[in-house]
């Protein structure tokens, strides 16, 4: 288990240009990194493009990653997050759509049940112990939040997907966001 | 453009969240690149919803991934040909020729493997049909895929103020299951919801009602179309 004070120091050597500690920083990384595109684009090949463009930009902006703001896999994974949303909708989806999994990450995806994502926020919810204070959000408005975060949806998809009006899918995710900053901040977890 | 720190908060959430979208998606990354205030929201939000993403679960990538990252920064990788030199094959002159041999091929096999990939069929294929038996609705997703890809085959009539409701029926005759909002003609993506494996493991039908509104939990009237979900690979 590579700590998040091991990660910052690798992060710290890629940024003079050391490959062996941009080694480690991937090994220690990818798998995580992977779950959170593959969940986002659907497809092994597309969320392995995602990544190689995403390491490609670390060793390239290790220098940016500021300690003082974010742990170093809050940062990755932000990273991350922008490009597998970025060529989602890019129409690169539309081009690939045919692109099939791999049996292995099948089998993978398929041992995971618990990796819907409603089930992703309550166990983040719970490592972050702010389970209780979000309590007062409605199953509607977490699974809005869920969606949009684990899956890249949008407000249009997320009143799609759960069969609202868009102004309502909408609300449902500030509503959600507001609560989920509030219990951060009463949690003392704000910053790192 | 002037904004207030409220302003600047709310796109710079909805920007890390994902929901900011389109022109204003961009707009709101230059706006973070030139004035601070905009950069100091943006990593407030990024460092709240990154926490989020801590515990998802782990899916290895495959070891090509490293070798891409390692080529695209560094030039081409030198691992291809170790298995050889385990093997005994070759040395001197003729070895580095089938090295090198092997450096040139490696791009080009795994670009025919990704045309190979991408023209692979869909995994899952409903076809529904009208009550007179003609093919009307053609539903197909990958097998990991979260959209379902619909296709008219002919129109079908959906009175004004209602909606086309697609369900999955269970194998076991469990209670039929949303999947989403089929159009009158023409194509759609639905956006499952869940990966296309799990939202049709154990469905063997499909059926499209027409209801009055949308959002029903199950099907308030008859079915008009329906036919067979199979898994084709």
């Not at chain 1, 742990?71 to 081009?95: E, F, H, Y």
């Not at chain 2, 899916?59 to 090509?64: D, G, K, L, M, R």
């Not at chain 2, 450096?103 to 990704?114: A, D, Y």
């Not at chain 2, 995994?123 to 009307?136: E, F, H, I």
Request: aromatic share 6%; hydrophobic share 45%; with cysteine.
């Amino acid at each position: 288990m590579t700590t998040s004070a091991d990660l910052a120091a690798l992060l710290a050597r890629v940024a003079l240009g050391d490959r062996a500690a941009f080694e480690r920083l991937y090994r220690a990384t990818c798998g995580h990194l992977m779950g959170v595109a593959l969940r986002i684009v659907g497809s092994t090949a597309w969320a392995e493009e995602v990544l190689q463009d995403a390491y490609v930009g670390v060793w390239h902006g290790a220098g940016s990653y500021d300690a003082s703001v974010a742990t170093p896999m809050t940062w990755l994974i932000n990273v991350v997050r922008n490009k597998a949303i970025d060529a989602w909708r890019s129409g690169r989806s539309q081009r690939n759509a045919t692109v099939a999994l791999d049996d292995d990450a099948h089998a993978v995806m398929a041992e995971a049940p618990d990796s819907e994502p409603q089930q992703l926020l309550e166990r983040s919810l719970q490592s972050l112990s702010i389970t209780s204070c979000m309590a007062s959000l409605t199953p509607m408005q977490r699974q809005a939040l869920a969606l949009a975060y684990y899956r890249g949806l949008v407000h249009s998809e997320i009143a799609e997907v759960l069969g609202a009006p868009l102004g309502t899918a909408k609300a449902w995710v500030r509503r959600g966001l507001d609560k989920l900053k509030e219990c951060l901040l009463a949690a003392g977890i704000e910053s790192c | 453009m002037k904004m207030t720190p409220e302003l600047l908060d709310h796109l710079a959430r909805e920007y890390v969240l994902g929901t900011l979208q389109g022109g204003a998606r961009r707009r709101f990354a230059t706006l973070a690149r030139q004035q601070p205030a905009a950069a100091q929201a943006l990593q407030a939000w990024g460092a709240r919803l990154g926490r989020l993403g801590e515990t998802a679960p782990a899916v290895q990538p495959s070891p090509q991934l490293w070798r891409g990252v390692e080529q695209r920064l560094f030039g081409a990788p030198a691992k291809p040909v170790r298995w050889w030199q385990r093997a005994g094959f070759g040395f001197g002159g003729a070895f580095a020729g089938a090295a090198l041999c092997a450096l040139l091929l490696l791009p080009r096999i795994e670009q025919q493997k990704m045309i190979d990939e991408e023209s692979l069929p869909a995994s899952y294929v409903g076809l529904l049909s009208d009550a007179a038996g003609k093919p009307t609705v053609l539903a197909s997703a990958t097998r990991q895929g979260h959209r379902l890809a619909v296709k008219l085959l002919q129109p079908v009539a959906i009175p004004s103020g209602q909606v086309a409701q697609l369900w999955a029926l269970p194998d076991d005759g469990g209670a039929p299951r949303l999947v989403g909002y089929v159009p009158g003609s023409g194509k759609a993506q639905l956006i499952l919801a869940g990966r296309a494996d799990a939202v049709f493991a154990k469905v063997s039908r499909l059926a499209v009602s027409i209801e009055p509104a949308p959002g029903g939990d199950a099907p308030a009237h008859p079915y008009v179309l329906s036919g067979a979900c199979v898994k084709l690979w």
